[in-house]
Structure formats: C-alpha cells, structure tokens
C-alpha cells in the first residue's frame, strides 16, 4: 500500500495538531486453488482508492518529533480473471493507528528548548538514544562432489540464497538506573538449502523461519536496572545490541528481564560476535557446541543477573527452552524445564595488551528425544522412520556443557581469539545446530597499516564434532536441526573462513567473505564446498 497526501493543521510553540488526505494505491493478490497453471493460480491487480486521517506531533529533543496519527485508506473494487475461467473480485479498506519518530534536518540547535553541542550525536540524548542498522548478505557456491543427499543436505549443483535484515533500537532512561529497550526488525531471506546442510551454518544471518517477505520482528523488549555501588566509574559506548551510552560504577550490579538473544549477554567476543559486522559462520561467531535457548530466529526470554567489578564479572541467567527441539513455542513449564547459563569473565593486561577470558557452563531441560533409544526403536522397528523413532523417545532430559572464550589484543590493530565448547551430545539438540563439540580460532587485523583504519581482515578456522551417540543416528537416516544426509562416513566438519570489510563511507561497509568446508554435516563422502558471500552493512 502507498499514499501520496498533504497535510494541514495549527502549530503551537511545542506541538501541532493536523488532517491529512490524498490518494491510495494497493496491490493485491488473487489465488486459486487447485490451479491450471500451477498448484495455486496467482493474479495480482492493482486497487486504487484514497485516505484520510488526522494527528499530532510534538517536539521531544534537538531535531526530534513524536507523532500519533489515525489514517482511514479505501480500495476501490479490482476485478481479475483466473486461467480456468473463474472470476474473482474485491474491495477493502484498512484504518491504521502509526506511531512514529520523525528527524529534522534543518531544525535548530535549540528547537526542543535544550542547549546542546553542535558535534553531539543526533540520536543520543540523555534520557533516550536511537540506533539503526541495515544488512543484505548473498551468499552461493558452485557445484561439489555428492555421491548422495537427504532431506537436510547441501544439494550438489550450485545455488544462491540471500537474506536481509534492518531494525531500529531505541532506548529509554526510565528512572535513576532504570532503562527500557525495544528493537523492532524486519528480517527476510533463506540460508542456502533453506538454513540445512552443514552444523557450521555459513550465514549468521540466516535463520529458521525462513521469511519470503520481510517479517516483522521484536528482537528486543526487556527492562533493565543498575545498581551501581560507587567509586571508580567507567564510560559505556552505546550500541544497537541492546546498551545506552554513559557512565556507571564500576562495581554495579545488572539486573535483566524480557525478550533478547542469550548472546547478548553470554559468549561475546570482540573479534568474532556479529554476523552482520564480523564472521558469518555459526561455529566462528559463537561457541558452536553451546546449545543456547532461542526460538527459530535465535531469540529467547529470559532474565540474568550480573555482578560486575573491575577485573572480573560473573552473570547467571534463568530462560525459556522451546515446547519441542527447533520450535516457536517456548515451554511454560517455569523452572522445572528451563536452560540456565553461568559465565565467569576474567580481565587481565597480557604485555600491556588488555585479554579477556570467559568460562561458562550450562544445562537446558526440556521435552527431547535420546539418540540411543532411537537408534534402537528404528531396528527393532524395520520401516519406522529414525526421524519419527526420535520423537516417540521424548521426554524430560537435560543437556549440559561448557564453553571457554578467550580474546587477546596484540597491538591496537590486531587481535586474537578462540572459542571452545563441548556438550554431553545424548539428547535432540534444543535450539542451535548439530555440533557436540567445537574448536575455533581466529585473528582480525584492522587497517591501519596500510593507511585504511576504517577496514579490517579476518581470517579463522573451525574444528566441528559430534558425540558416537548423535553419529549412530544420523547413520540409520535421521535428520537432526540442520543435518542429515541419509547415511553418514563420519569425519568431522572443518571449516576455513575468511574475509576482507571494505569501508565504503562512514559506517557503511562491504564484506567480502569466502568459506572452505571440508565434510560438511560431519560427512567425508560430500564436499569439499566453497562458500562465496557479499555483505553490505549500514548502521548509524
């Protein structure tokens, strides 16, 4: 839908109301089912119509309106003719309540009646900020070698997929350490295979819920308060992933609830964190064998507690598991089925280079099946698909490991790290991909050496495994999360990821990021695959 209106109303000194009016303009789509052409006939017809609404906008900071506006659109009939013969006709209208933030450009300093610097940050301000992101990332390879495939497999001949993903974060200081985020996103795009074919996935970016059309997402809601003991303060950079800039005591306890991804606050790295930013790969940018609680998309509710000082910090966290393995649902079973996080972080100086190491442990339980009990219905079963055997097994289990995450400055301009993790591999995954145990490290060297300090290279390495128990399945034709070839000659999954961010302007950069995956989906007889990818990220 689209409309092209004007707008009339009364400006007081703060504040206006208005009506507004204009054409409308729809596209609207027809289908018939069963069709002549295809499965389901398609016809698309073009509504014209008009709106109207009213509103109000009111000034809230430099250069920033509030506006609350109520708009009335009406489309007039459109009739189509389908390959059959059947005709089909309609007419509709929509009434709409937006809220929206507006920037002007040309506004004055002062037009919220506040002092400000000229250099200030024009989405920052003391009681609430504003950050934005956009990213598109294409991603194919050629052809490889695949004697054979399943239902979860790479398929052999070349493909292409692409994803997309933009949202806005905005932040609110509700009272004296009390602050409020919400991040709205549009996400949209396949993974290669529609996000299958590897326990490595070499798209962050992709996830399970494969959206055709840009979806509407909360990646972020949640509440957080500070407690803040005094002393010593320290200044904390705003970002998009959920932080308001500031100043706070060092020595402070950070209490968290509602909606965000667990990566948020567990596993960060600086060097290897942010598909959008950094590594795409899913066994290099997180621990690959720490089977974090998240819905299809990889966001999760839950609540953490982190105690902070200058050398060290400890968060636990309590959150929701999914109702079954690889679900939208998330079970209500508070505390008896549940996935809890501990991490100790650890900061030292290493030759005057800052370090950091974070050790975590964890245990989800929830409704799963067990690869063993499977194994053993399929062949006392001839005929019962292991897929369906795994599903007859489930019940309350729990899943258990740790990761260990380091980062090591070098020189200002070049870091290392590496990531170790490992799970108890007995249980259906939860959540994130079929890796029971991983190894991964990696180094990033930024630009400045040949007087490019804006861009940056990567380059890192993955060692992917899996339990005797998870292989024994896959064997005997199971599908996993992400996995599942039919059969399986089990070797583990390698990966080789590199690549170079080229910063086009001011926070807009182009990534071109090249993977080498030898036995993919833990499986020496397909592969090796070369994956080609171009991001293209905007943030402000």
């Known amino acids: ?25 729809a596209q609207g789509r027809f289908l018939q089912t069963p069709g002549v052409i295809e499965d389901i006939d398609k016809v698309l017809r073009l509504h014209g119509g008009w709106s109207a609404g009213f509103g109000a906008e009111t000034i809230i900071e430099r250069g920033w309106t509030a506006r609350l506006e109520y708009l009335y659109r009406g489309f007039s009939h459109a009739g189509i003719l389908f390959a059959s013969g059947t005709g089909a006709g309609s007419a509709f209208d929509t009434h709409t309540l937006r809220v929206g933030l507006n920037y002007h450009f040309s506004a004055p300093a002062d037009a919220a009646g506040k002092s400000a610097s000229a250099d200030a940050p024009k989405t920052q301000f003391e009681n609430w900020q504003m950050y934005g992101q956009i990213t598109y990332i294409q991603q194919g390879y050629p052809s490889f070698h695949s004697p054979y495939l399943g239902a979860n497999s790479f398929t052999p001949w070349a493909q292409t997929r692409n994803t997309s993903s933009a949202g ?67 200044t904390v950079e705003g970002s998009y992933h959920g932080q308001m800039s500031g100043k706070q005591d060092v020595s402070r306890l950070t209490i968290q609830i509602g909606k965000f991804p667990v990566h948020d606050v567990f596993d960060y790295n600086s060097y290897a964190w942010e598909p959008r930013e950094d590594f795409l790969n899913w066994s290099i940018w997180a621990a690959g064998a720490f089977d974090y609680p998240a819905d299809k998309v990889g966001l999760g509710y839950g609540a953490v507690v982190e105690l902070n000082q200058k050398y060290w910090a400890l968060r636990l966290g309590y959150f929701l598991v999914g109702n079954v393995p690889n679900s939208n649902e998330f079970d209500m079973n508070l505390f008896s089925r549940g996935a809890y996080v501990l991490e100790h972080e650890t900061r ?60 090591q400055s070098v020189r200002d301009d070049v870091g290392v790290f590496g990531r170790y993790s490992w799970n108890n591999g007995k249980n259906e995954i939860s959540a994130f991909t079929d890796i029971d145990e991983s190894l991964s490290l990696g180094t990033v060297l930024r630009g400045k050496s040949w007087g490019r300090p804006d861009d940056k290279i990567g380059i890192a390495g993955a060692f992917n495994g899996i339990s005797k128990d998870h292989r024994d399945y896959l064997a005997v034709g199971g599908l996993g999360i992400l996995i599942g070839d039919g059969r399986i000659n089990y070797r583990g999954e390698k990966i080789l990821e590199t690549y170079y961010a080229l910063s086009l302007m001011k926070d807009v950069v182009f990534t071109f990021d090249y993977q080498f995956m030898v036995n993919p989906a833990h499986n020496a007889d397909r592969g090796p695959v070369s994956i080609f990818s171009g991001r293209l990220h905007g943030e402000f």
């Open 1 to 25: 839908m689209a409309t092209l209106r004007g707008r009339i109303g009364y400006a007081f000194p703060r504040w206006m109301i208005y009506a507004t009016a204009g054409p409308a303009l």
């Open 168 to 234: 806005v974060a905005l932040d609110v200081k509700l009272w004296e350490g009390g602050e409020l985020y919400y991040t709205p996103e549009l996400l949209q795009g396949f993974g290669l295979h529609n996000t299958t074919g590897a326990a490595g996935f070499p798209n962050g970016e992709a996830q399970k819920s494969n959206f055709p059309d840009p979806r509407y997402t909360t990646s972020r809601l949640f509440l957080r308060q500070t407690f803040g003991f005094g002393g010593e303060q320290e």
């Open 348 to 407: 030292y100086s290493l030759f005057s280079h800052a370090g950091k190491v974070r050790v975590g442990i964890w245990a989800d339980t929830y409704f799963s099946g067990s690869y063993s009990e499977a194994v053993d219905l399929t062949l006392l079963n001839p005929g019962l698909d292991p897929t369906d055997a795994i599903m007859l097994t489930r019940r309350d289990r729990t899943k258990y490991g740790y990761y260990i995450n380091f980062e």
